[in-house]
């Protein structure tokens, strides 16, 4: 039996009146932080300035910027103390730093101000010190170098900072966040090809930023590099042809050659030409920490996450 006209029409009225109760929103997240330009930066329009990006401890958290003031590069600044470098000091409106925000944070300040891309730096203490190591693990090619300050991350994630000048320091009697955090991560970072620094502070307990931040040498250190860039260099016919073969990991395979002084690399319908660093190293985006390194065995795939290729012939 056809349903009658009436049926019909009120079925189709309430589909509208449905579908138009959907109305565009958006939710922003704020982040409230404290900026101090250099001196010297508004006599200029074109110089680029070099940023380092602060990260207080738990208890600075909330809502109430003054509270970022009480340790640190904002303290320091708040006590006269100028530095040549853009100085970012956001604040944690809870427990813990979010990574992705304060990358968008980052992204956000270098549309606004003349920011030096090769040249930001990252450094924290406690809660900021493991926002440090987080932030620097999620995105290794944002920065040039980082101080990371009692706090600790996670070893598994070390590999993806090899090519990441590190300074950590630490108090030897810190009974909040053991030494043991921090010297879980140098383990791990040293076996590659890393600058890895580890200070450690003999009778300090958790407080082991004040040394440091009052210590011009941080300040030298960190400026004194500038985001990773790969070198080329030129390796023998024979060196690269000792590199070509067939190679498996699980499912994937991938055939290596040798062409035109490099490798290339055919995965798939896909083929990558790759550079030499190192007899041993090869890349292909000189300012990503994204490279093949050779093996006995085979080859370590690094990108977003690490891939073990045997060599089968």
């Known amino acids: 039996m056809k349903k009658p006209l009436f049926f019909l029409t ?14 565009p929103g958006k939710f922003t997240i704020e982040i409230n932080y404290l ?6 930066y508004a006599a200029g329009t074109a110089k680029k300035w070099p940023l380092v990006l602060f990260l207080h401890g738990s208890g600075e958290s909330g809502n109430d910027l003054e509270k970022v003031k009480v340790h640190a590069l904002p303290k320091l600044l708040e006590e006269g103390k100028k530095f040549p470098f853009i100085v ?3 604040q944690s409106s809870g427990f813990g730093w979010d990574a992705e925000q304060l990358y968008r944070l980052l992204l956000d ?19 900021g010190g493991f926002g440090t190591w987080s932030l620097a693990a999620r995105h290794p090619e944002t920065f040039a170098a980082i101080a990371p300050i009692c706090g600790g991350g996670n070893p598994e994630e070390a590999w993806k900072m090899r ?20 010297q879980r991560m140098i383990t791990a970072l040293k076996p590659f090809r890393s600058e890895v620094k580890f200070t450690v502070y003999p009778e300090a307990g958790h407080d082991s930023w004040t040394e440091t931040y009052n210590n011009d040498s941080l300040y030298t250190w960190l400026l004194s590099h500038s985001r990773h860039q790969f070198k080329p260099v030129t390796l023998s016919e024979k060196q690269l042809s000792s590199r070509e073969g067939l190679y498996v990991s699980g499912k994937d395979t991938v055939v290596i ?9 055919k995965h798939g319908p896909h083929t990558t030409p790759l550079k030499a660093a190192a007899p ?8 990503l920490p994204m490279d093949v390194e050779f093996t006995k065995e085979g080859f370590v795939l690094r990108r977003d996450v690490e891939e073990r290729f045997r060599k089968i012939k």
């Not at 050659?257 to 690399?265: D, F, I, P, V, W």
């Not at 041993?280 to 300012?287: H, L, R, V």
């Open 257 to 265: 050659t040798a062409q035109n002084g490099g490798l290339m690399a």
């Open 35 to 40: 900026l101090a330009l250099p001196e010297g």
């Open 88 to 90: 970012v000091s956001p």
């Open 10 to 23: 009120v079925l189709f009225s309430l589909i509208v009146q449905a579908r138009a109760q959907q109305t």
């Open 109 to 127: 300040i270098k549309k606004k101000y003349r920011v030096d891309d090769d040249r930001v730096y990252l450094t924290g203490l406690s809660m």
């Open 280 to 287: 041993d190293i090869f890349y292909w985006a000189e300012k």
């Open 163 to 182: 090519y990441l000048p590190v300074w950590c320091f630490h108090g030897a009697k810190d009974n909040v966040v053991p030494i043991t955090a921090s």
